[in-house]
């Protein structure tokens, strides 16, 4: 198997990084490798010229205005120990420290996690969840795409050619009361999910969901959002008449497939089951 590149450019900034990607758009962006590694062992990308992202992505995580902005090449293991994270959106910190083992995580990016696309990508529900921007780098400078209409099937995206993820906007202004992520795979943390959930709720002082915010990863050919969940929980306090809607709800939201992880029906009840789980912690039952 020939696992060979044809070269190596290392820019010496993300501005040129950019500029080399616009002049070039065949070059393949390496930011962690964790993904790519995996695919040039299963025989892609052999002769490919890559543009190695890992000196000059930004990676700080930092306030600005009404948002968090979160650089594209900031870790898993930066984003799970980030304070400022973990007091407006612990769903990110938790998604972001199941992405595999430590090792996995002290390397793999938050742009490379969404860049991938895959289904069962597990930064992305909580992204979907909180209203997140992916800010996209190109000749013409940034442009923000709604986390909702980033991902277009699997393994692909909605960057254009010659775009790279520069950073993700996540807006603080209004914090939920509730923030969760969870997900199943085969060997725990260790291990792509075979379902993924993330829920956000606000509730006001009388208990009654004011907004619900609800997405799933690995049920479907995007990680989506799941709006019949949503609906049901609004302006119910999360008794158990109100979970079992919900349980029931979130299969109109899916659309799973068989593949070697798991089969549709599994998923299913998986998918089910965590909701059911996680909305029963929400209501401190
Ligand atoms: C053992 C193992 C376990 C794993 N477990 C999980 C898991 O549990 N959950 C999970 O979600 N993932 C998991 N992964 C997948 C992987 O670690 C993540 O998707 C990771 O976040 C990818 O980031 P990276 O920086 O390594 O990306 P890379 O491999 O460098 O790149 C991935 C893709 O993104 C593109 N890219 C990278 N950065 C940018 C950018 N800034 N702009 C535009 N395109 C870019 C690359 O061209 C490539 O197509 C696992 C991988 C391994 C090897």
Known sequence: MDLSVKDIYR?????EA???????????????????????RAGKFAGAHLLDLSGVLPRSISADGGFIEIGAGATMDEIADSGPLRSVCPALCQAARKVGAWPIQCRATLGGNLANASPAADTAPPLLVADALVVAAGQGGLRNIEAEDFFAGPGENTLKPGELIHSIRLPVTDPPSFSRFTKLGWQREQIIS??????????????????????????????????????????????????????????????????IRAPAWYRRVAAATLVERMLEEASGA
């Open 18 to 40: 950019v500029a080399a990607f616009s002049d070039e758009p065949s070059m393949l962006p390496i930011a962690g490798g964790t993904d790519i590694s995996v695919q040039m």
């Open 11 to 15: 820019p010496l900034t993300f501005d």
């Open 194 to 259: 075979v379902v993924s959930l993330s829920i956000s709720l606000h509730l006001n002082d009388q208990g009654l969901v004011t907004k619900a915010a609800a997405a799933l990863g690995a049920v479907a050919a995007t990680p989506k959002r799941a709006p019949s969940v949503e609906a049901v929980l609004v302006g119910h306090s999360l008794d158990p008449a109100a979970i079992s809607r919900a349980v029931e709800a979130v299969q109109n939201d899916i659309t799973p497939i068989d593949d």
